[in-house]
């Protein structure tokens, strides 16, 4: 199994507050993802990272922020947290880009916001 | 974008009977996986098979690229089995199909 972490694994927490999800990998990937899973939508990307201190948005980043300081950690924010971003969030890593790239999935951040 | 579809969206199965899931996609890709998601939510790479079959134990897939689908086969399925299975392909970024919903019945 690829080596990846998410912290913390379950969270609830209140509408208007900062929230805070860390992704943690040891196999030295370029590339990470966010990704939301919700009942009928599967799984939509909302920021990925190309390398430290590059990131670029997904097709659902509003209301997300995500940081790049090290290789090994991708950090995505939620600035003021909403009933809407009650979901469950999981971490991917790659070592290529593209179509080549075959990914790899950490064990999710189950989130609800009350 | 590209559109990824699969069917059937459920199965269900008496143990030991095998089954056929697939996936179609509107454009050429290069990249296919399968991944399995198990009743406690974690989702397991199976195959990453842009073209032809690959097995894996009672598991296997084959991609025919040129015709924009690929196959999972279970064989002799176990209750392990039960879960979410997953196509997702790369054009540009990884794309997932809805999904199909299985379960295994003892």
């Known amino acids: 199994d690829a080596g990846i972490t998410q912290s913390p694994r379950h969270k609830v927490t209140e509408t208007g507050t900062p929230v805070t999800l860390r992704c943690h990998q040891t196999e030295n990937h370029r590339y990470m993802y966010w990704y939301r899973q919700d009942p009928g939508h599967g799984l939509r990307l909302i920021h990925y990272s190309y390398g430290v201190k590059d990131t670029d948005k997904g097709e659902v980043s509003d209301g997300y922020s995500v940081s790049r300081s090290k290789t090994e950690d991708f950090l995505l924010t939620l600035e003021s947290a909403t009933s809407s971003q009650t979901s469950v969030y999981f971490c991917?890593?790659?070592?290529?880009?593209?179509?080549?790239?075959?990914?790899?999935f950490g064990p999710g951040t189950r989130l609800t916001v009350t | 974008g590209i559109q990824v579809e699969q069917s059937p969206p459920d199965l269900i199965l008496q143990e030991g009977a095998n089954s056929t899931l697939r996936c179609n996609f509107s454009d050429s890709v290069n990249n296919l996986q399968w991944f399995h998601q198990n009743p406690w939510g974690q989702l397991i790479n199976l195959f990453y098979i842009p073209s032809g079959t690959k097995q894996n134990g009672r598991l296997s897939a084959t991609t025919v690229a040129t015709e924009r689908y690929s196959l999972l086969y279970i064989s002799s399925s176990q209750t392990t089995d039960s879960g979410v299975y997953f196509c997702?392909?790369?054009?540009?970024?990884?794309?997932f199909g809805a999904g199909t919903q299985v379960v295994v019945t003892p």
């Open positions: 997702a392909v790369t054009w540009g970024k990884l794309q």
């Open positions: 991917a890593i790659s070592d290529s880009w593209g179509q080549s790239a075959e990914q790899y």
